[in-house]
């Protein structure tokens, strides 16, 4: 039967790899290394992950500090991107805000991994009354549209970053469990996991030895798509206000302070949305070029 | 087929009251409740006053008949009292969905007239600058916040073309009909972003999918002119998917619509539910939530019905 209810609830979320065949790994990084597209990603990423890493090293000045006497400028020789409407210096805030944003994306995305596979490895393996219970609490899940649910939850829990990340990580787990349980229910049929129940395996060692191994492909693929969302949800939230608090440089918090005084300096804006750009496309890239790497027969 | 259809709306029930469920158990996830909100600006009350708070809003009742006589109300049509206003929410909802709705089909339409030529072209003109054009274009607009694209649009528009599109506000089609549709012309443009780009990779992916079939070798075998190979044998099919994903798109769309409200000014159902949430007036923000969530439900609903009708090679029992 094909119904919306199969289909996860937001094409955002459907873009999700099946990957029938696990090839071998050598040759899976030499389709990677060899796919241009890819490689831009990874360099994205590499710049926005360094400049987490190195922030208080790479930013010439506190993102915090308030500078009166130069409010709003334009990129200037001691101002490379400009400066905000409190005259904070927005390269800094930028490099600061990778931090940010790769802490919420990461924590979010690792708890949707850790709470989606655990059910979609039970769901699909145990199958019967469980999974159909699984099953139907992740269809209400995907029923709202994933933004307005992380919404709620914030405005229920209060803003700020921890709740933030719950939320985002709440939001992107029935697409983990979906994935995690129809490569398990493949899986199991298949004679290697016959093989390790007669040679009395338990049942946590076959999860764990013989079916996660092959559920990995399409995981790994699944979350460089979903840090992309992640960092993209934390953004709009704390574009909000329910995301990362002031004076937090957080991207979203800066296009949404900026975005105010727009008409009479475009940077604070335009430098933190350039910045999200840079780190969604950079995952949108990889992930895609991943997904290629193991399956090209999806490669275009 | 009046059997799936049949079928497929029962399955509708008890997603719609796990939804209710869901956004019941919302108002439980708050700090305190529901009376230290309202009495959060009151300052101190007594315990006397407190109690009785409480029993108005049926917090003394234990949680399962809390929920069952919310539904109960809710099916009767009543959805509570706005905690600020005092004023009854449905009416409010009711006035502020076709201003979302409008605004999420138009990001719709505008979506779809880009999406389906440009990945037409791509996948027939599959590895030349033009599909490199398209496909960059198509990981930019996954890529964009839309937030940031509303603001670079309003800039844009205030800057160079002042007063060519207005940059906030709404106008009721009712008052101006082409004044509606210029008035969330910007906002459908900048909702309409992703949308357009999701939909542009899967109308290319199912082109090249669908150009590799038998069926275009033999229409072409037979001097089938290419235009007519295209769109008669080669869309109509791989439109299909398009049509399916669209639909479940729909959902992003209500989403998205929330924060481009928001940027605009337009008195939809989002800001409702951005203002419920700032002001702590949670039922508001329950009635918005739970009417953009069903409205998802039910657009899915219908994509899947007429699914039935307009695709004969699947069959329905």
């Known amino acids: ?300 | 087929m009046i059997r799936y259809i049949a079928r497929r709306t029962l399955l509708v029930v008890p997603v719609l009251i796990g939804l209710s469920f869901v956004v019941f158990l919302m108002l439980r996830l708050i700090p305190g409740d529901v009376v230290d909100v309202i009495l959060g600006s009151e300052g101190s009350a007594s315990p006397e006053r407190l109690a009785e708070l409480r029993k108005i809003f049926g917090l003394d009742q234990p949680l399962p008949q809390q929920y069952v006589a919310w539904l109960a109300s809710l099916l009767s049509g009543d959805f509570g009292r706005s905690i600020r206003t005092s004023r009854p929410i449905l009416p409010d909802v009711l006035a502020r969905l076709p201003v979302t709705y409008q605004l999420a089909a138009m990001a719709m339409v505008v979506s779809l007239v880009l999406a389906v030529p440009l990945g037409v072209v791509s996948s027939v003109k599959r590895s030349t600058g033009v599909d490199a054009c398209v496909r960059v274009l198509g990981l930019l607009g996954l890529s964009i916040p839309n937030f940031w694209l509303a603001s670079m649009l309003i800039l844009l528009v205030s800057q160079h073309f002042r007063g060519a599109l207005p940059t906030y506000g709404y106008v009721s089609p009712d008052q101006d009909l082409l004044g509606s549709f210029r008035s969330l012309l910007l906002p459908a443009f900048a909702l309409a972003a992703a949308n357009m780009a999701i939909l542009m990779r899967m109308t290319r992916s199912s082109m090249l999918e669908v150009l590799r079939q038998e069926y275009v070798l033999t229409a072409r075998a037979k001097g089938l002119v290419e235009r007519l190979v295209l769109y008669r044998h080669a869309l109509r099919n791989a439109l299909i998917p398009v049509v399916t994903v669209a639909g479940v798109q729909v959902g992003y769309l209500l989403g998205g619509a929330v924060i481009i409200e928001q940027i605009f000014a337009l008195p939809g159902l989002g800001t409702l539910v951005l203002n419920g949430i700032s002001q702590r007036d949670y039922p508001v923000v329950q009635a918005g939530m739970l009417f953009i969530a069903a409205s998802f439900v039910l657009v899915n609903l219908a994509v899947d019905v007429l699914y039935a009708y307009l695709d004969p090679k699947i069959h329905y029992g």
């Not at chain 1, 039967?1 to 696990?22: C, D, H, K, Q």
């Not at chain 1, 805030?93 to 850790?114: E, H, Q």
């Not at chain 1, 099953?135 to 829990?157: E, K, Q, T």
């Not at chain 1, 349980?181 to 009395?200: D, K, M």
């Open chain 1, 1 to 300: 039967m094909v119904s919306a209810a199969n289909l996860p609830a937001a094409a955002e979320r459907t873009r999700v790899a099946v990957i029938a065949i696990a090839p071998r790994r050598g040759q899976v990084w030499r389709r990677l290394v060899h796919n241009q597209l890819a490689v831009a990603g990874a360099l994205m990423l590499s710049a926005v992950i360094l400049a987490a890493i190195f922030a208080p090293q790479l930013a010439p000045l506190d993102p915090l500090e308030m500078n009166p006497t130069h409010l709003l400028e334009a990129p200037s020789q001691s101002h490379w991107l400009g400066t905000d409407e409190f005259g904070r210096d927005i390269l800094s805030r930028v490099i600061w805000g990778a931090r940010i944003s790769l802490y919420v994306g990461g924590i979010a995305v690792t708890i949707a991994v850790g709470a989606g596979v655990s059910l979609g490895l039970v769901s699909g393996y145990y199958g019967g009354l469980l999974d159909e219970l699984i099953a139907r609490v992740l269809d209400v899940v995907f029923a709202f549209p994933s933004i307005l649910l992380a919404l709620g939850i914030v405005g229920a829990l209060g803003p700020g970053l921890t709740n933030t990340m719950l939320a985002i990580g709440i939001v992107y787990t029935p697409v983990y469990a979906r994935l995690t349980r129809g490569t398990t229910l493949s899986i199991r049929q298949r004679e290697f996991v016959a093989a390790a129940t007669l040679s009395g395996a338990n049942d946590l060692r076959i999860l764990r030895r013989h079916i996660l191994p092959n559920v990995a492909a399409p995981l790994i693929v699944q979350t460089s798509l979903s840090l992309s969302l992640a960092i993209l949800a934390e953004a709009s939230l704390s574009f909000l206000g329910l995301g990362t608090q002031p004076p937090d440089p957080s991207w979203g918090t800066m296009v949404n302070t900026g975005q105010r005084l727009i008409e009479l300096s475009p940077w604070p804006v335009v430098f933190p949305g350039l910045a999200i750009i840079v780190a969604v496309l950079g995952f949108n890239l990889l992930g895609d070029g991943i997904r290629d790497a193991f399956d090209p027969r999806l490669a275009a």
